[in-house]
């Protein structure tokens, strides 16, 4: 079994930073790839961030030169650094790892339970 607790979350104002957080536990051998997704009111959930094994990073067109996403490989935890943000980016952030339990075999796909961001003044 394998779970995703997300903290950092809440209510900022236009031009602020936050930090969301997401840490894995369980039965990991390794996380193949690790993604921050976000979802507003009435819109599809979509991919914000995305680090993989290695540190090769890409970002939404939308987030880029905004947010940064990191890795911790010791902890098992990725980041989500967002700075300058806008009252478009409320929505609930979604960590979504990709986790190989064993040395050998497939990866499965975990989520975390969604933290709240709210940009507004």
């Known amino acids: 079994q394998v779970q995703l607790v997300e903290s950092g979350g809440g209510l900022e104002q236009p031009g602020g930073s936050l930090r969301l957080s997401c840490a894995a536990s369980g039965t990991i051998f390794s996380i193949v790839d690790m993604r921050w997704y976000r979802q507003a009111p009435g819109e599809q959930r979509e991919l914000v961030a995305r680090?993989?094994?290695?540190?090769?990073?890409n970002y939404a067109d939308s987030v880029e030169g905004r947010f940064t996403i990191s890795r911790d490989n010791a902890k098992n935890t990725v980041y989500l650094q967002m700075n300058s943000l806008k009252p478009e980016d409320t929505a609930v952030y979604y960590c979504?790892?990709?986790?190989?339990?064993?040395?050998?075999?497939?990866?499965?796909?975990?989520w975390g339970q969604g933290t709240q961001v709210t940009v507004s003044s």
């Open positions: 979504n790892d990709h986790i190989r339990t064993q040395r050998t075999g497939p990866t499965f796909s975990y």
């Open positions: 680090i993989t094994e290695v540190g090769s990073s």
